[in-house]
């Protein structure tokens, strides 16, 4: 079974303050993505990324960052938290090319930003 | 968006009964993926269906796709009260990576 974690899994952060969110797939998945999750907007694409080394922006990308230095591991980043910011981040993996197939989520990073 | 007119729906049934959720889609797509996300937990899949299918079984479930209509349907037979959840359909293509998320049906199934 795919397996992805998330660390950490809840997080308090200051507003102007840096946060890092990271996650780890131990499938060997080429693809990665974060998305978030809020109330009257579902799932929404932040950042994916094709293999190490590779980030590319997804349909909300402003005022995050993304890193691959690994297959495995796959970050976000906040340099700047804002509280428009608070929100559950996934993570999530996949293998297929062009969206085909399935994505195998992790339990999810709870932000507050105050 | 990607989708039509959606809001978060509530469907509240008993354990035991056949329930059915629905999702429209606007733009084109090569696949619709059902998944479910119980409270906590990030999402599962539970089917893929492509567009040259109109239907897929797995278990107690069954998704359809209409593609002239633009619209899918995910049933489960034989509710339990583990199906409890919240229920999104997705949207993927050939264009673009990610997956469009609708908001959800909430199904609460009640022993």
């Known amino acids: 079974e795919a397996a992805v974690t998330q660390s950490p899994r809840n997080k308090v952060a200051v507003t102007g303050g840096k946060v890092t969110l990271s996650c780890n797939q131990t499938n060997n998945h080429n693809n990665m993505y974060w998305y978030r999750q809020d109330t009257g907007h579902g799932l929404r694409l932040i950042h994916y990324?094709?293999?190490?080394?590779?980030?590319e922006k997804g349909d909300i990308p402003d005022g995050y960052k993304a890193s691959r230095p690994s297959q495995e591991n796959f970050s976000l980043i906040l340099e700047l938290a804002t509280p428009s910011q608070t929100s559950v981040y996934f993570c999530?993996?996949?293998?297929?090319?062009?969206?085909?197939?399935?994505?195998?989520f992790g339990p999810g990073t709870r932000l507050l930003v105050l | 968006s990607q989708w039509g007119e959606e809001n978060l729906q509530a469907l509240s049934i008993q354990e035991g009964e056949d329930v059915t959720m629905n999702c429209s889609y606007k733009?084109?797509?090569?696949?619709v993926q059902w998944y479910r996300q119980k409270s906590g937990k990030g999402p599962a899949q539970l089917i893929l269906i492509r567009s040259n299918e109109r239907e897929k079984r797995s278990g107690r479930l069954r998704a359809t796709l209409d593609t002239s209509s633009q619209s899918s349907s995910l049933s489960i037979t034989g509710t339990l009260a583990t199906d409890t959840a919240v229920y999104f359909c997705?949207?993927?293509?050939?264009?673009?990576?990610?997956?469009?998320f609708g908001l959800g049906t909430r199904v609460s199934v009640f022993p």
């Open positions: 999530a993996s996949g293998d297929a090319p062009l969206n085909q197939d399935t994505q195998y």
């Open positions: 733009t084109y797509t090569t696949v």
């Open positions: 997705a949207t993927g293509n050939n264009y673009a990576q990610g997956l469009t």
């Open positions: 990324s094709y293999g190490a080394g590779s980030t």
